[in-house]
């Protein structure tokens, strides 16, 4: 993933200007509330259209060119382009999930997903 995206994202992340969601990129709840996924808040600062996150489950080709990304659930990968997890500390402990989506719709904050990619972004 290029750096530039990727740091601007991480400030997004740890910004508070996103309600953190689960299992969809942008979503609208009853009371009128929008959360993200982490992945949705990369989409919406790179200027997606709201319906086109509120409608896919993963950010789409032109999106992943854009900003560098090997996949659309926000694997990593290393130098052979094997996948190799993503493991976020928590408060028990490191966690391993398959994405950063993973992460994200099992519990991982903002912060703690934005520290991954802080360190990291280069896997994407």
Known sequence: MQKRKAMQWVKALRSGKYKQGHENLRKVDKQGETHHCCLGVLGEISGCDTADLNENGYLDASLMEECGLKSEEGKAFNEFDEEVGVKIRN???????????????????????ATWIEKNYKLL
């Open 91 to 113: 408060g028990n402990g490191l966690e391993d999930y398959e994405s950063l989506a993973d992460a994200n719709d099992c519990g991982s904050s903002f912060k703690r997903i």
